[in-house]
C-alpha cells in the first residue's frame, strides 16, 4: 500500500482527530480510577476480614472447650452398675473430677478424661423411666485458660418384668411394662411350666414331665424351641438367674430310682447344678471338695454371672466358684436364708432369735431387728436389703381388737419407724415372696387377695392359688404401680 493511503488506523497518534485523542484518554483515565477503587475495595475487604479473625481468635481464646456430642445406653444404666454417658468435645480436655459434677435427680459418679472424651460413670443403677440432667461446670482445655458447663439431659428406659400366668390347657410367659396396661405381651405358651429364666436373648422353661419329673427347654426369640439336656429322672426345683453371662443355675431333685449305669449323672435333693447356654452343653452337678452335691435352699448369683452364694439344706453359706472346676468355700451359717441385697454384698436370713445380716466379704453377722409400725411392736419375716440400709420386710402386727395378726410389707431403714408399703383388702390376703427390681426402686409381691377363697393350681411343682397376684409397688411413694394375674416376677 502506497505511503500516501488515507487509512486512519495506521496515522500517528498525533495525526488522529483531536475527539479520537480526546476519547482514548478517557478511556485510559476510566479504567486507572477503576484499577484504584478495585485495589481499595480489596484492601479494605482484607483489613475487615483480618479484624473480624481477629475478633473471633479473641471470642475462642477467652472461651472454653464445647460439647460435641453425648452418648448414653438408657436400658442399660437401669440394669447394671458402672454404666457411662461419654461427651464429646471440640478439642482434647484438661482434667476434671467428680466434684464438678452434678446429677439431677442424685446419683453417684465417678469422672475420667480421655483427650477429647469425657467419662461419666454411674456408680449405681438409675431409675426407670426418668429424667436426668448432667452437668460439668469448669470443664478446662489444655490448649488455654477458659473453661466451659457441659450440660447433657436423657431418659431412661422403662422398666419391665417377666412372670408366668398359669391357665387350663397352656400356661404363659408373659412381658409387662411398668407404665403399661392390661396384662402385658405373651413371650411364650405351652402346657405345664414349672419355672422361667430369662438368659440373654432366650427364655428357659422347666415344663412338668412324666413321673413328676421335668424338661428344660430354650425358647428363642423367633420362637424356636430346644430342648436341653437335663441328667434322667430329675425335677427341676428352682432355676437361677445370672445377671450377665449365658450360665443357669438349676436345683435338683432325683425322682424315683437313679437309672442303672448312671449313677454319676444323678443328684441328691435339691442339688446345685449349672448350664452353660453359650456351649450348649449337658447340665453338670456341682460337687463340694469330697465329691458330694453341694445342696441349695436359696442361690444366687454375683454381678460377674460366674459366682454363687449358695444357702445349703445343711444350713452352709457358702460362695462357689464356677469358672473351671467349681470350688465351694465357707462363708458362714445360718437356719434360713433369705436373699443378697441388691449390691450383692449382704445376705439376710433368721436365726432362733430373728433376722440376720451376713457380710459376705468378712463373714460378720449382725442382728437385723424390725421397727415398729405405726408404734406397734412387729414381727419380723422375709426381709430384702437395698444397696443403702433401707430394707423391704414382711412383718407380722399383733392386732389387740381381734388378737390375730396383720401382715405386712413395709420400708424400714432401721431408724426407729417403719413405713407400710402394702397390705391386702381389710387383711383378707395373704403377701408371698418378693423381689426388689435391681434398682432399688420397685418391689413386685406375690399377693393372694383373700385366704379364705383361695383355690390351690394343683401342680406338682412350684404350685400356686389359682387367684395368685403380682403387686408392684414403689418404694419411695408406696404408690402402687401396676397389678397382674400371675407370679414369680423377673426384673
Do not use: C
Not at 402394702?422 to 426388689?436: A, H
Request: charged content about 20%; overall charge negative; proline content about 7%.
Amino acid at each position: 500500500m502506497s505511503p500516501t493511503s488515507s487509512d486512519a488506523g495506521e496515522r500517528p497518534a498525533a495525526e488522529l482527530p483531536a475527539a479520537r485523542r480526546v476519547a482514548a484518554a478517557s478511556q485510559r483515565l476510566r479504567e486507572q480510577r477503576e484499577r484504584r477503587r478495585f485495589s481499595r475495595t480489596f484492601w479494605m475487604l482484607v483489613a475487615s476480614l483480618s479484624v473480624v479473625s481477629a475478633v473471633f481468635l479473641l471470642l475462642g481464646s477467652l472461651q472454653g472447650p464445647k460439647l460435641s456430642s453425648a452418648v448414653v445406653d438408657p436400658q442399660r444404666v437401669t440394669e447394671q452398675p458402672g454404666q457411662q454417658l461419654r461427651l464429646f468435645a471440640n478439642q482434647p480436655l484438661g482434667e476434671v473430677t467428680a466434684e464438678q459434677v452434678s446429677v439431677t435427680p442424685a446419683a453417684e459418679v465417678s469422672v475420667s478424661v480421655q483427650d477429647d472424651l469425657l467419662i461419666v460413670q454411674f456408680e449405681q443403677r438409675l431409675r426407670y423411666g426418668t429424667e436426668y440432667t448432667v452437668e460439668i461446670a469448669d470443664v478446662p482445655a489444655t490448649s488455654r485458660e477458659a473453661t466451659s458447663t457441659f450440660t447433657h439431659r436423657f431418659t431412661t428406659a422403662q422398666g419391665a418384668l417377666l412372670y408366668l400366668d398359669r391357665g387350663e390347657a397352656d400356661d404363659e410367659v408373659l412381658r409387662a411394662p411398668l407404665d403399661g396396661t392390661g396384662r402385658g405381651e405373651v413371650v411364650h405358651a405351652a402346657p405345664g411350666i414349672q419355672h422361667i429364666a430369662p438368659i440373654e436373648n432366650v427364655l428357659v422353661v422347666a415344663r412338668d414331665a412324666p413321673g413328676g419329673t421335668s424338661v428344660l427347654e430354650a425358647v428363642s426369640s423367633d420362637g424356636g424351641v430346644q430342648q436341653l439336656r437335663l441328667p434322667e429322672g430329675v425335677r427341676v426345683d428352682d432355676l437361677i438367674v445370672p445377671p450377665v453371662g449365658t450360665l443357669l443355675g438349676l436345683v435338683i431333685t432325683s425322682v424315683g430310682e437313679p437309672p442303672a449305669g448312671a449313677p454319676e449323672q444323678q443328684s441328691g435333693a435339691r442339688s446345685l447344678a449349672v448350664i452353660d447356654l453359650g456351649a450348649d452343653g449337658p447340665t453338670t452337678i456341682v460337687r463340694a471338695l469330697d465329691g458330694t452335691p453341694v445342696t441349695a435352699r436359696v442361690a444366687q448369683f454375683l454381678p460377674d454371672g460366674a459366682t454363687m452364694i449358695v444357702h445349703t439344706v445343711e444350713q452352709d453359706v457358702v460362695r462357689v466358684e464356677l469358672v473351671g472346676e467349681p470350688v465351694a468355700l465357707p462363708i458362714g451359717q445360718m437356719p434360713t436364708a433369705y436373699g443378697l441385697s441388691t449390691d450383692a454384698t449382704r445376705l439376710t436370713g433368721a436365726d432362733a432369735f430373728g433376722g440376720i445380716v451376713l457380710e459376705l466379704a468378712t463373714g460378720r453377722e449382725s442382728r437385723l431387728d424390725p421397727s415398729p409400725v405405726d408404734g406397734a411392736f412387729a414381727f419380723g419375716g422375709q426381709a430384702l436389703l437395698t444397696r443403702t440400709e433401707l430394707r423391704v420386710q414382711k412383718v407380722a402386727v399383733p392386732e389387740d381388737a381381734t388378737g390375730g395378726v396383720t401382715t405386712l410389707l413395709v420400708a424400714d431403714d432401721g431408724t426407729g419407724a417403719a413405713r407400710v408399703l402394702f397390705r391386702t383388702i381389710d387383711d383378707r390376703g395373704s403377701i408371698g415372696d418378693f423381689v426388689l427390681s435391681s434398682n432399688d426402686q420397685y418391689v413386685a409381691v406375690e399377693v393372694t387377695p383373700s385366704v379364705a377363697d383361695a383355690v390351690p393350681d394343683a401342680r406338682l411343682v412350684n404350685g400356686r392359688p389359682t387367684s395368685v397376684t403380682t403387686v408392684i409397688v414403689d418404694i419411695e411413694s408406696g404408690a402402687v404401680v401396676r397389678t397382674l394375674e400371675g407370679f414369680s416376677p423377673i426384673w
